[in-house]
């Protein structure tokens, strides 16, 4: 059982946060949160594009006393690569 696998995506909520770039084909397939948010080409939604498109405003937050997510720098919209 996996990250990926249908119990993690479902009932355990980091696992929805989980980009693996050693497992892309699975991330994207099985993901069952980020993919869409990401506009993965796969999964791009178009509705999803026109309503993000329509907003006026976004609210992005970043937890600077975190101590689940060490660095919490981390925690600001970024990745890594596989190499």
């Known amino acids: ?17 989980f980009k693996d770039p050693y497992h892309l084909d699975e991330y994207v397939k099985q993901n069952h949160f980020l993919p869409p948010l990401n506009n993965h080409p796969t999964v791009a939604d178009a509705s ?9 405003r976004a609210v992005l937050v970043r937890f600077t006393e975190d ?17």
């Not at 059982?1 to 946060?17: E, F, L, N, T």
Request: hydrophobic letters at 35%.
């Open 48 to 56: 999803r594009k026109t309503r993000l498109a329509a907003l006026d």
């Open 1 to 17: 059982m996996g990250v990926y696998s249908d119990i993690a995506q479902k009932h355990i909520g980091p696992a929805g946060y």
């Open 67 to 83: 101590t689940v997510v060490d660095p919490t720098y981390s925690e600001w919209f970024g990745e890594y690569t596989a190499d």
